[in-house]
């Protein structure tokens, strides 16, 4: 009887995998499952690996010649069962030279003259490094070569001037910094492309390997440091009044202001040294980055993110008193976010120490901090700051290759976003905001760009279309999936997917096998349907055919994306009947479907109702 189960398990397993296969695979990632890096059970495969990277940095800002300078020793492993004859070293910030590509024009306040690499040795060996002709990837030819499961210590001194013309990074004012990707690192070399060396054009976004940092940063008297990390030193670099305020606000709800706009003009928030160095480390993290400022206030409070445990999670914000009206809430929202996203979607908690608003242009995520903007609209403040902090899950506790696959964190915090707002605002609101910022302007657009697969390759989508494969259509095919597993089994397969990849490197793939896994279903005819087609947002009622005691409805599947929608009936009586159908409707036909309601009373009209599914020809819903 063992035996036969034992046969049984492995047919089952057999016609699984078979089928997981039907998917498209590019030859490269078809080699890596054949290599076993990866599972067709959405696993990591008993090959898998990734290098490491241990950081140590010594970094300075000259708030004078908005100079950044650092010195750094990177311990990096090669885990790979591959030898490796140079590096591939990363600096984003050298998208500010004028020779390097841009996805747009830009204006001569953004531009800067880059990196300088002033020493670079590997093992002790001194190199000469020319970074004068580096982009945002350069490359550096190994004397002695990097073989497999061995290590080496690379030792960088460097320096770069801060823009002007802040974007993801540089000068907020003449007096508050934004310092992000301002460390020369090794880019990530993994096991189905290599060396990482796709070139920065500020659209698409990052992908980093999994490293540990210690740093520290040297700033002026009187500018406070907000950084990625455990803040290791506080009463070294703060007054006591002021490190005991942000001390208590670890440990409670109630928002404290830690740092006052009287206080930072008096010169009563920092100690009063020439220069001060702040500490911080993290380990097992995809990038740090730090800002500051020497007028900006400083809010914080605390929330329990982990019910079992009452871990807290940390909430600040620091933000300008004239200017920021936004971020007087932002604690608020951030402590809202981090207890909802924990307990809620996804339902893990939050897996940082803190969390830190701060007031940019940006409107972006980095580990533990997100750089907003202003912008004059609580409603609008709450939700970008939702949905940056929801990007904490994709990419940061999932290593998302962002610049290849951005839908594999955009569409994840766009969906974030729209649930919790559904909590925030109500259902209505949040439908009605999703359409009109995330749907509208896609399906309204007839252009090609478009109706590009999303599975194709982010960095190499034209502009609309990455943003509409990245966001909008992305998060419909996750609310989709929602909608046909219903909550509990699609919370089961998400959690299967990101216990399978937390800290680790998932492509897509990945997440189609984990889902299935998760759910016990093959759920690929739905991830061919939504990711591997040039398919839109479009239903029609085909024909209506009354009989004795029932009517048949025949819909349409234009567009072809298999979407859930309402039947709304009115009868003559003028009562109506709302038939909710799950995308299932379209598994055995991607075409059209028949509806059969089981009523003698006489049909008035019926209308498609596709919520947040925008309908390119609304027309044709209704008979």
Not at 204 to 219: G, L, Q, R
Not at 331 to 357: C, E, H, R
Not at 603 to 616: H, M
Request: aromatic fraction near 14%; hydrophobic fraction near 35%.
């Amino acid at each position: 009887m063992k035996k036969l189960f034992s046969i049984a398990l492995l047919v089952c397993l057999s016609t699984y995998i078979a089928s997981a296969q039907e998917l498209y695979m590019p030859r490269n990632i078809k080699a890596a499952y054949a290599k076993g890096t990866r599972a067709m059970n959405g696993q990591p495969g008993p090959n898998y690996w990734q290098n490491h990277g241990k950081y140590n940095m010594d970094i300075k800002v000259d708030a004078e010649t908005k100079v950044v300078s650092g010195n750094e020793e990177i311990l990096y492993s090669n885990n790979s069962p591959d030898t490796l004859r140079t590096l591939a070293i990363r600096f984003v910030n050298n998208l500010h030279k004028p020779t390097s590509p841009r996805g747009g024009a830009v204006s001569e306040d953004f531009l800067t003259t880059g990196l300088n690499i002033t020493a670079f040795s590997v093992d002790g060996e001194t190199y000469k490094v020319d970074s004068k002709s580096w982009g945002t990837v350069g490359k550096v030819t190994l004397k002695k070569p990097l073989l497999p499961k061995s290590k080496i210590t690379v030792k960088i001194e460097w320096d770069y001037p801060l823009s002007k013309e802040s974007g993801r990074e540089g000068q907020i004012d003449p007096n508050s910094f934004f310092v992000a990707y301002s460390y020369p690192r090794i880019s990530v070399y993994d096991d189905y492309n290599g060396w990482d060396r796709i070139p920065h054009t500020d659209r698409a976004e990052f992908y980093n390997d999994f490293n540990d940092y210690e740093f520290s940063v040297k700033a002026p008297k009187n500018y406070i440091v907000y950084a990625t990390g455990d803040f290791l030193n506080p009463d070294e670099v703060l007054q006591p009044e002021i490190s005991a305020r942000l001390k208590k606000s670890y440990n409670g709800d109630e928002i404290i202001h830690i740092a006052t706009g009287e206080e930072m003009k008096n010169g009563k928030v920092t100690q009063q040294k020439d220069w001060n160095t702040w500490k911080f480390a993290v380990n097992h993290i995809t990038d740090v980055t730090f800002a500051m400022s020497n007028h900006y206030v400083w809010d914080g409070a605390s929330v329990i993110v982990d019910k079992k445990t009452n871990r807290r999670a940390s909430a600040q914000a620091a933000y300008n008193p004239t200017t920021g009206t936004d971020f007087i809430n932002s604690v608020k929202y951030n402590l809202n976010a981090l207890d909802w996203f924990s307990n809620n979607w996804p339902g893990i908690p939050y897996p940082y120490a803190k969390t830190i608003a701060f007031q940019g242009f940006a409107d972006m995520e980095y580990p533990m901090m997100v750089n907003d903007s202003q912008f004059g609209d609580p409603v609008f403040a709450q939700l970008v700051q939702d949905h940056e902090v929801a990007h904490t899950y994709f990419p940061f506790y999932m290593g998302i290759n962002e610049t290849r696959y951005a839908y594999m964190d955009e569409g994840w915090a766009t969906t974030f976003e729209y649930l919790i707002g559904i909590a925030e605002h109500g259902k209505q609101a949040a439908d009605n905001f999703y359409k009109k910022f995330r749907v509208n302007g896609y399906i309204n657009d007839k252009s090609t760009e478009e109706d590009q697969p999303v599975i194709s390759m982010s960095d190499q989508v034209s502009g609309s279309g990455y943003g509409n494969n990245s966001y909008g259509k992305a998060s419909l095919s996750y609310l989709a999936l929602k909608d046909l597993l219903g909550d509990d089994l699609f919370k089961k397969a998400l959690h299967t997917y990101m216990s399978n990849w937390n800290g680790k490197h998932p492509i897509p793939w990945d997440y189609f096998n984990s889902m299935n896994a998760g759910s016990g279903q093959n759920l690929n005819w739905f991830f061919q349907n939504w990711f591997f087609t040039n398919n839109y947002l479009d239903l029609a009622i085909g024909k209506v055919t009354p009989a004795k005691g029932k009517s048949t409805i025949t819909v349409k599947n234009i567009g072809g994306f298999a979407i859930p929608f309402d039947v709304v009936v009115t009868y003559s009586d003028g009562k109506t009947e709302t038939i909710h159908k799950t995308p299932v409707v379209w598994k055995a036909n991607q075409k059209e479907t028949s509806i059969t309601i089981n009523t003698a009373k006489k049909i008035k009209s019926i209308t498609l109702d596709n919520g947040i599914y925008v309908d390119a020809t609304p027309n044709d819903n209704i008979w």
